[in-house]
């Protein structure tokens, strides 16, 4: 693929994961490729980049834990020590490599965006943080508090984001699972803008 992200190079990716996905896990890909759509008009984000990010987020989403360890040894991700017990939150490193070396995406936002979906992360780019609450507010998103959610994210990106933070945290700690740090420093970093 080529640099810069444009219509061709979405619409390429689009029909290159669909055979990939399972339909659900296609349906919301293309769920929160039109919330990051909505948002970046919203808010003046690239498009094509918020669009590029959308398609290839989830692209690992289903791999079971020995496919995620096999990109991980093939690419040389750096993991630690959350990521390796949590291993559902290491598709998004996976992608973010899969989008890089298969897809050929250069662009540094696009694949921050994908790698840090997830967990968010301290110093979010504009794209990150669109990509981020995307996936919280698809159309496709059916849970407590997401309409509440949705209008936010049209008033105030930072507040949104932030709200979803600490969803996302309240949820963790409900569960019982393992909080990655990143999620708690960007969620500390959003607090005190």
């Given at each position: 693929m080529h640099n810069p992200i444009d219509r061709d190079t979405i619409k390429l990716i689009e029909k290159s994961i669909e055979p990939h996905m399972k339909k659900k896990r296609?349906?919301?890909?293309?769920?929160?490729?039109?919330?990051?759509?909505?948002?970046?008009?919203?808010?003046?984000?690239d498009i094509y980049k918020t669009s590029a990010a959308a398609l290839l987020h989830d692209y690992a989403k289903d791999f079971s834990k020995e496919e995620l360890l096999i990109y991980v040894e093939k690419y040389s991700i750096e993991t630690d020590h959350i990521l390796e017990l949590a291993h559902q939150l290491l598709h998004g490193k996976v992608a973010a490599s899969i989008a890089a070396h298969e897809f050929g995406i250069e662009d540094e936002e696009v694949l921050l965006a994908i790698e840090y979906h997830t967990t968010g992360r301290k110093g979010m780019s504009m794209v990150e943080k669109i990509?981020?609450?995307?996936?919280f507010i698809e159309p496709g998103r059916e849970y407590p508090g997401v309409?509440?959610?949705?209008?936010?994210a049209l008033e105030d990106l930072d507040k949104a984001v932030l709200q979803a933070l600490t969803n996302t945290m309240i949820y963790v700690l409900r569960t019982g699972k393992l909080l990655h740090h990143n999620t708690?420093?960007?969620r500390n970093e959003m607090l005190m803008k």
């Open positions: 296609f349906q919301h890909t293309l769920g929160v490729m039109e919330a990051a759509g909505t948002l970046a008009k919203q808010y003046g984000a990509i981020y609450l995307s996936d309409e509440t959610l949705r209008k936010l708690l420093e960007a």
